[in-house]
């Protein structure tokens, strides 16, 4: 439902949730890339853990609010 555009109140906040929950996986790789751009810091460690989660609900919110496709019927 999220894709056509027509979901509930309900199924968008717990899409946004699950985005964030999600947020572990995308941690990892944002820490990673932090870790050998920037090196290795406190401060560091706790910017791309933040970044991972502000990853996914960027997509999450993308999802939610990109336009509906438009379905051709055959």
Do not use: C, H
Not at 9 to 17: C, I, N, T, Y
Not at 37 to 62: I, P, S
């Amino acid at each position: 439902m999220l894709s056509r555009g027509r979901a509930p109140a309900p199924a968008l906040g717990l899409a946004r949730a699950y985005a964030l929950a999600l947020g572990a996986g995308t941690q990892v790789v944002t820490q990673g890339f932090g870790e050998a751009v920037f090196g290795t810091g406190v401060l560091t460690t706790d910017l791309m853990l933040g970044a991972g989660w502000v990853v996914n609900l960027a997509v999450a919110e993308y999802v939610i609010r990109r336009p509906a496709t438009k379905v051709v019927s055959r």
